[in-house]
């Protein structure tokens, strides 16, 4: 009763507050980040199309197929916030799901004006191919898709379609670009004679294609062979490279042998590690260990010092990798380090 009579008294006399007081953060504890992110301010003319973007585009190649909506979203959310403002996707991804994922995302987040939104049409089974109805047919679903009135780059796939007629397609493109639906036109499969043709096509009053994609990166260097990056430079063409990464590989993330049946792309990823494979993730290991920056950021920084190259076009599994991958963006490879990796690939 003695005990019950004190804590009573104490009660009564000083109550006890009601939360703990918060404590000062310690001086060396890391200055939060206020405002928008260092990111947004970098900006590159995206060659004559009128559209300005961050030095990489995040693709939605694994949205719907490899990743889900909910972690497709936390990656997009992790590029924006690391100042990002691309995204490149196709009507063919996962069917047409990849750009139902990127459209829920704009919608919700209520980004579309401020998302240059790239889109690679020709190869959706519903709408194949160049040919002026399907390509019509093709843009007006991936809109749909999108949640959105236009598109910010065209990419039209000329592997997807060989018997298509270019003026014909450039005909359709106009129409596309007149009635507001697209703003600038790119190319990915052309050659150097169908782009050079193009150009012409273009002096009679059809759209220029302003933007050229390429499976180029390190262990590709010939796919972007010198006829194709001579009319490139002569027309002023911003190349968005696809296939940065080599699926993953560039990253470093697969260092074994794959073992018993693969499929197309392991039997590439295979082939791909071999001597010339090892030797090439060394170098990139040696100058991200020099610089303090993952193997990622080591192989977007090589493009990024390639002549012609504006911005990679870049797939990311999870926000963590979009962090990796941004970091190539700030970095600036010496001579001898752009020399050490080349000489490592050949």
Request: glycine share 8%.
């Amino acid at each position: 009763m003695a005990f019950f009579g004190v804590d009573a008294a104490l009660s009564s006399e000083s109550p006890r507050p009601s939360a703990v007081a918060p404590q000062a953060a310690h001086p060396s504890a890391p200055i939060p980040v206020q405002g928008p992110s260092v990111g947004s301010n970098v900006r590159v003319a995206l060659g004559e199309s009128g559209v300005s973007v961050f030095p990489l585009i995040l693709g939605g190649a694994e949205f719907g197929w490899n990743v889900d909506l909910e972690s497709s979203h936390s990656i997009l959310d992790t590029y924006v916030e690391l100042g990002g403002n691309a995204v490149h996707t196709s009507d063919s991804f996962s069917a047409g799901r990849s750009e139902h994922i990127i459209g829920q995302w704009l919608h919700s987040r209520g980004l579309r004006d401020d998302i240059a939104v790239a889109v690679r049409v020709g190869g959706h089974a519903d709408n194949p191919g160049l040919g002026p109805v399907n390509l019509v047919r093709a843009v007006e679903a991936s809109l749909t898709r999108l949640r959105t009135d236009r598109i910010d780059v065209l990419y039209l796939d000329a592997t997807t379609d060989s018997t298509a007629v270019l003026e014909d397609t450039l005909a359709t493109a106009e129409w596309l670009v007149e009635s507001g639906k697209v703003r600038a036109v790119g190319a990915i499969g052309y050659t150097a004679a169908q782009l050079v043709e193009a150009r012409i096509f273009s002096s009679a009053g059809y759209p220029r294609i302003t933007v050229l994609d390429v499976p180029f990166n390190i262990l590709r260097r010939h796919e972007f062979d010198a006829d194709l990056r001579l009319v490139a430079g002569a027309q002023s063409m911003a190349v968005t490279p696809s296939h940065a990464l080599e699926h993953g590989f560039l990253a470093g993330r697969q260092r074994t042998r794959q073992r018993g049946t693969l499929s197309v792309r392991g039997a590439q990823l295979a082939a791909n590690l071999n001597r010339r494979g090892s030797r090439t993730l060394k170098a990139l290991d040696l100058v991200g260990s020099e610089l303090g920056v993952p193997d990622a950021a080591v192989a977007v920084a090589w493009l990024l010092a390639q002549k012609l190259v504006t911005a990679p076009i870049v797939n990311a599994y999870a926000p963590q990798q979009v962090e990796e991958l941004v970091q190539g963006v700030g970095v600036r490879l010496s001579r001898s380090q752009l020399s050490d990796i080349a000489r490592a690939a050949e």
